[in-house]
């Protein structure tokens, strides 16, 4: 592929570092029935690296050049199909195959992180496991405990959802051009029992308006929309602040409100 200019906007970090694009390929036992959907491949680091044997692979590519030349890159190969759109935009149920549930991957632009998380979250139950680079800052939020000052929106609605694991931490040095932060590849796999859908969005509202104002207790918080008898029968003191409580107690809240 041509040389390209990283361009600011999509917040383009391109990895080159060969131990650790070979680190994260071994990490993913990839299997010759996968199908693999990559967010943001940019120069194809790790694409190329990817078995051509798997069953099928996506490459969703905000950038028309790089999109372009994916493209041509891969035109011999009839398991490739360039995405050339914002992955926000993409649903991704569109891209099951025979059942096959998609294994997702990419080195995720640091500005626009947790929209994607938020997003995916979405289809959950299409996804087999999903392997991102990030910022590290964003992995030590998603693997956060209740009561650390990391803990907070995205550890929830993550944890709701997914098993989550931080694999190892990347410095600056593996990307071109470096960006000013340490980056971090977690493991994500989607829990086996997944709550109904009614279920899921109740819990996102309390965990949004609880920690939009985190600082308040609970009762001051989710007053509006959350009666002292509801907090009771939960058991759950409202005077605590949201990040005392555990994704159960969310749950027993979201439980009580449907």
Do not use: C, W
Request: no cysteine; aromatic share 8%.
């Amino acid at each position: 592929m041509k040389p390209h200019v990283p361009r600011k906007r999509f917040g383009q970090h391109f990895l080159h570092d060969r131990t650790i694009i070979s680190r994260i390929i071994d990490s993913l036992e990839i299997q010759k029935s996968d199908t693999i959907l990559e967010i943001g491949p940019g120069q194809g680091a790790l694409t190329r690296h990817l078995p051509e044997s798997i069953h099928h692979l996506y490459l969703v590519e905000i950038d028309r050049d790089l999109a372009a030349a994916l493209g041509s890159a891969f035109a011999h190969r009839s398991n490739v199909t360039i995405i050339n759109q914002d992955v926000l935009s993409v649903n991704i149920a569109d891209y099951l195959q025979e059942g096959r549930l998609l294994r997702i991957i990419g080195n995720l632009p640091y500005n626009i992180t947790t929209p994607i998380f938020f997003h995916l979250a979405q289809f959950a139950h299409s996804i087999r496991d999903m392997t991102f680079m990030v910022q590290k800052e964003v992995a030590d939020r998603l693997i956060a405990e209740a009561g650390s000052k990391t803990y907070g929106r995205l550890s929830l609605s993550a944890g709701l959802r997914f098993s989550i694991r931080k694999r190892f931490d990347v410095g600056p040095g593996a990307f071109n051009p470096p960006p000013k932060v340490t980056s971090s590849i977690i493991h994500l796999r989607p829990h086996e029992q997944q709550f109904q859908d009614i279920l899921q969005q109740q819990f996102d509202t309390l965990v949004r308006t609880a920690f939009s104002q985190r600082r308040k207790t609970l009762k001051n918080s989710l007053g509006k929309i959350i009666d002292a008898e509801t907090f009771k029968n939960a058991d759950i003191d409202s005077t605590l602040r949201p990040e005392s409580l555990t994704i159960d107690d969310f749950l027993k809240l979201a439980e009580r409100m449907i």
